[in-house]
């Protein structure tokens, strides 16, 4: 008799998600584990939709991985995943469905997450008060998921190619998405003062991407052809000077 497995693809969630299915594809066959779960819920035609946010590592890569906002089907029992995970190992999947759906189950623990061994070394042991100083998709509501992956969509709209800079880069999104979608980007340097964030970008992302702990003005002048810099200027002393030292690291036209 063929098993009934626990989850199911939807190709329209693939835009809620940080990596493509080339990207996913390629890290198929390294050692995945569960890192963090977040139970949450949507609305969907004015109905509370339960959804779950899934970190998994790749400890020989020392890579994260996020899948966001998977709908829990209560009727069917299942998983649905984006078509982006397709190429991941089906006994993974299917696992990892039963998983979630017996913890699902048995708590229905909205907003909580659940953090294993590995998290708390990567994401350090203070990690809920630090959630309300930066955004980290996947492990808050995905009202603020949406909102940083629809500022990022923007930006890779008018970055085709050439160096990067990101100031205040945060926990890496901004790279990791740009990067896996504008091949064309040849350098791709991320500042931040926060060492928790920094240290939890270069988990996201690959080595090819540098991030810098420090002020901007540690950087060499005419270095980069884009600078971008989300929701910063706001909370900078002088916006003006601030934005000069952006103009400082821009290469002549």
Known sequence: MQSIRNYDFDSHLNRRQLFSRTTLRLLS????????????????????QPHVDIYFYLSELDRLIPALALPIEYN??????????????ATLLDDVSRYVMDLWRANQMSGQIIFTESARMIFGDAIERRLSEFPIPGLQNYWTTAQML?????????????????VA???GFGAAWLLDRREGISTYVGVDLDDTAIRLAKHINTSLTKFHLGPIEELPDGDFDWILSLETIEHTADPEEFLLTLKQRLAPA
């Open 169 to 171: 880069a945060g926990s």
């Open 150 to 166: 629809s500022r990022y969509q923007w930006v890779t709209e008018q970055i085709e190619s050439g160096r990067v800079l990101e």
């Open 76 to 89: 069917s029992q299942r998983i649905i995943w984006p078509e982006v995970f397709a190429d991941w190992p």
């Open 29 to 48: 066959s390294a050692d995945i584990e569960i890192c963090t779960i977040r139970f949450d819920a949507l609305l969907k035609g004015g109905v509370a």
